[in-house]
């Protein structure tokens, strides 16, 4: 509980800042209240057997693991004697008071009342080591065990051994949901955590508490003495509001001087009521448990072997999540494993970052410790967050996972630069194989231009073997109409030509054996009286010599001199008709 009400006053230098405020940074925790808070989340009995309370703490941990946030656990010792009274109180009525505790402790710690003035007396008590919350406390010690996370048995209290490793500097902070933790000397605490989209951590600095509201050390011991806390019970009736405006009248240096001397019935009388509170000897006890608690001091072997940095033991953690959770060995790495990775990349940045304060500024490959990163696989965008996808090095068990983009720049900006090269590099091979396939325009101009040029060629044959008429009126050869092949537009693409161009090179040939075709016929329509003699001489050939003959119509009509191979056509047009068929093959191989 702590003190009642100082959250309340301590509100306006409440901090919440994004999870990420804890990275590389050294903790203490206090284990208990972790654990009442995760049971809080749901007491039912499903979730107990099922170890929900458990699962949030594995999920806590590894969410500041990945952050590279040292995590020391502090559990509660004894009981001190002047928290006895509070204590039973508490457990009667939770209806958890064993009496295998009570018997054990009934020697040597006699209960509180309100009168007893004489509690010095009184020895701490022992905890029950078979209740309920202890065992989920030992279940909590053994999964950080696994994850790397030590645990430091307090002597007393857990909040103020954590108190005192804040003191001391020996951590960067503490988690408690208890307020008086600020009383045994805690400078920067963690009340909550908040995990998942948009995780933050709620603190406070002792130094915004001095500077804003005014209050010390020993002016928060003076509120505990006046509204109550574990310790004392406090002056009844008496209101936050007025507890403040009191210790501020009077100062932090002088407040408990008061205090412990004149005790707190002038407060009473203050108030204008009757002088029932007298000087109390339990006020000086107060005092000093929060000044003076029972803690392993700072140097102890203790204190050095919880601070001391642990391995993580994957084969053991997958024991004793199949034992918890019942999760197969894959699930439990799907969940640690990138976590684990992303520690190991925090600390090689870390590791960068201290050589280069020092003017040490080796390139990658020189480094003593090996980049656990292997290389960059894409980049990613995760809630807004430009991330990588990255390979690691001798992960068992992981092959990818996603980092922050800013941690692989300070880590290893070589993995980023490298795979820039490669992503320009891909992007001009795809350029290339693109260029390959699809010729450039001024390229395909070109195509066209020859193929056209080609075909007009083809198409009215050599100006040596063929001897165009202008004239309108269609050409003969042997009384056969030779029809004109027609010409290509010039406007046409690569494909659209190619087409024609096929078209083109079908009628040719087609009109080419019609006209021999045409020409046997001609020799065919002899008179079917006529008598040829087959044992008389064959008569000499006779060379048709081409000329023109007049028409009535005026219209010249070529005879073509025929010889013994007058079914083939010139050389020169043969030679035309192979390169023409040979480039258009050309141009279809290097379209499709």
């Known amino acids: 509980m702590g003190v009642k009400h100082l959250w309340d006053i301590l509100e306006s230098c409440k901090k919440t800042v994004p999870l990420h405020h804890l990275q590389n940074k050294k903790v203490c925790v206090d284990l208990s209240c972790w654990m009442v808070q995760l049971q809080n989340v749901n007491k039912s009995y499903v979730a107990s057997k099922d170890k929900v309370y458990l699962r949030g703490l594995f999920h806590r941990l590894r969410a500041l693991i990945a952050l590279n946030c040292k995590v020391v656990f502090v559990s509660d010792g004894s009981i001190p004697a002047i928290k006895l009274t509070t204590y039973r109180q508490r457990l009667n009525g939770r209806k958890e008071v064993s009496e295998k505790e009570n018997d054990a402790n009934s020697n040597n710690a006699p209960s509180l009342s309100q009168n007893d003035t004489n509690s010095q007396k009184v020895t701490s008590l022992r905890r029950n080591a078979g209740s309920e919350f202890s065992c989920m406390i030992k279940e909590a010690k053994v999964l950080g065990m696994v994850l790397g996370v030590s645990c430091l048995n307090g002597i007393e209290e857990a909040e103020a051994q954590c108190a005192l490793l804040n003191n001391e500097l020996l951590c960067d902070g503490c988690f408690s949901s208890d307020s008086d933790i600020f009383l045994f000397g805690a400078r920067t605490v963690y009340r909550d ?32 003495l006046l509204l109550g806390s574990d310790y004392y019970p406090g002056v009844h009736g008496l209101g ?19 205090f412990a001397s004149e005790g707190l019935g002038w407060v009473k009388r203050r108030k204008g009521g009757k002088n029932t509170l007298e000087r109390d000897g339990v006020i000086l006890q107060v005092i000093n448990a929060y000044m003076k608690p029972k803690c392993h001091s700072a140097d102890s072997d203790c204190v050095q072997r919880a601070l001391a940095q642990y391995p993580f033991q994957q084969i053991k953690l997958q024991q004793i999540c199949t034992e918890f959770f019942e999760w197969p060995s894959e699930r439990t790495d799907g969940y640690i494993l990138p976590n684990i990775a992303e520690r190991d990349l925090r600390r090689f940045a870390n590791l960068r970052l201290t050589s280069s304060e020092v003017g040490l500024n080796p390139p990658l490959h020189q480094i003593p410790v090996k980049c656990p990163v292997s290389e960059i696989i894409k980049t990613r965008k995760v809630q807004g967050k430009e991330c990588y996808e990255v390979s690691w090095e001798e992960m068992d068990g992981l092959e990818t996972s996603i980092v922050p983009a800013h941690l692989l720049q300070s880590a290893c900006p070589e993995k980023i630069s490298e795979f820039e090269e490669k992503k320009v590099q891909r992007k001009k091979d795809k350029k290339q194989n ?14 066209d231009l020859k193929l056209q040029n080609l075909l007009i060629d083809i198409n009215f044959g050599d100006q040596h073997n063929h001897n165009a008429s202008e004239s309108d009126s269609s050409r003969m050869t042997l009384g056969v109409a030779a029809t004109t092949m027609p010409m290509p537009e010039a406007n046409l693409n690569t494909t659209e030509l190619l087409h024609q161009s ?16 045409s020409s046997s016929n001609a020799f065919s329509t002899l008179d079917k009286n006529e008598v040829i003699d087959l044992l008389s001489p064959s008569p000499p050939k006779q060379s048709l010599i081409s000329s023109k003959f007049q028409q009535s119509s005026n219209q010249v009509i070529d005879v073509i001199n025929l010889s013994d191979s007058e079914y083939d056509m010139s050389p020169e047009h043969n030679e035309k008709a192979k390169e023409l068929r040979l480039f258009l093959a050309s141009i279809r191989n290097h379209i499709h």
């Open 502 to 517: 096929h078209d083109i090179e079908h009628n040719y040939w087609s009109q080419n054996m019609s006209n021999i075709s």
């Open 434 to 447: 693109i260029q390959k396939r699809r010729p450039k325009k001024n390229e395909t101009s070109e195509l």
């Open 240 to 258: 936050p509001e007025t507890a403040c405006q009191i210790v501020k009248s009077i100062g932090d240096k002088l407040i408990l001087q008061k």
């Open 193 to 224: 955590i908040c995990l998942g989209d948009g995780g933050y951590v709620v603190y406070y600095e002792m130094a915004d508490i001095e500077s804003k509201l005014g209050f010390g050390r020993n002016s928060l011991i003076a509120l505990s």
